[in-house]
């Protein structure tokens, strides 16, 4: 079984790869080629972040990170309107808001009277609120605005050559921190308990995982949006937990999946005409519902067969 699954798998990667070389080297609009590139950098970024997230069970902290961006990316184009900012990039503002909900996050409130789902919520909210006020300050004859339905669902057409090197830099930041802190970072994952005992400082290591959530986040908006960013940052690592017990098995097996699918998505979208954003997580989700109906006709399989035995 293991032998088709990777005989499989090695079509899969082939198959990806030569669709993304006919991509680059043929006569597309550029900003196809520039969507296909972006896939790849936020498949790199999704793969390694998105098992942490995965592991650790922070889904919902980091989809409460995605929506506070939307108050940043707001409140960017606010200051542009009123003061002529027209330096301040938006993606500046929702990393920033990221980052902010990423320090709030990793406050450690199961110390406090305020329960941690309460903070999550309410930082949901209030960023999608900021983010809705701000937008409606704007005066749109002073700023090239991006609408919002864009921020949100994610647009091809936003993704120029700034947004691929913003990419490039944000996964170059987030790989270094890996690398140099992937101990700390591993056993706070898998126990906090023991990490404290370890002598791992929790909060600041929490903090910078949450970090890495914000930034991950931040280079999928454009591609994907921030409601769908978390499915293209956790369906992948959930899909490779499936066959994977080591966490570096892991994020390579979901680097790799989210890679298939991504370019996937992509193409099928071209080809169809229709958002990409949408395509890629809908297939993911799909694949994802396969994989589990497998493991579990599987799992059932072995069970009935013991019994027998």
């Not at 099928?268 to 006709?297: E, H, N």
């Amino acid at each position: 079984m293991r032998n088709r699954v990777k005989v499989l798998a090695a079509i899969a990667v082939a198959t990806t790869l030569a669709i993304l070389a006919s991509v680059m080297f043929s006569d597309y609009y550029p900003f196809i080629k520039r969507m296909f590139l972006a896939g790849i950098l936020a498949s790199l970024a999704c793969g390694v972040v998105g098992t942490f997230v995965v592991v650790r069970r922070i889904v919902f902290m980091s989809d409460a990170i995605a929506h506070s961006t939307f108050g940043g990316i707001g409140l960017a184009f606010l200051l542009q309107s009123v003061l002529g900012w027209v330096w301040l990039d938006p993606m500046l503002g929702a990393a920033l808001f990221a980052i902010g909900a990423a320090i709030i996050l990793s406050m450690g409130w199961t110390k406090t009277s305020v329960r941690e789902d309460s903070v999550i919520g309410i930082l949901w909210v209030i960023g999608m609120a900021m983010g809705v006020l701000f937008y409606s300050l704007v005066d749109p004859r002073k700023v090239t605005l991006i609408s919002p339905e864009s921020i949100l669902f994610g647009s091809i057409l936003l993704i120029n050559e700034n947004t691929l090197w913003m990419m490039l830099a944000l996964l170059v930041v987030i790989y270094v921190v890996v690398l140099f802190l992937f101990k700390d970072l591993q056993i706070l994952t898998f126990d906090e308990e023991f990490a404290r005992i370890s002598g791992i400082n929790v909060t600041l290591t929490n903090f910078i995982l949450l970090a890495l959530v914000a930034l991950t986040i931040v280079a999928l908006i454009k591609l994907v949006g921030i409601i769908l960013a978390i499915a293209m940052l956790t369906i992948p690592a959930a899909v490779a937990g499936t066959f994977n017990d080591d966490l570096k098995s892991m994020m390579l097996s979901a680097v790799i999946i989210s890679l298939i699918l991504t370019t996937a998505g992509s193409f099928t979208a071209i080809i169809l005409d229709i958002p990409p954003g949408a395509t890629i997580v809908l297939l993911m989700g799909a694949v994802f519902l396969v994989v589990l109906m497998v493991r579990s006709w599987f799992t059932n399989r072995k069970v009935a067969i013991n019994q027998e035995v």
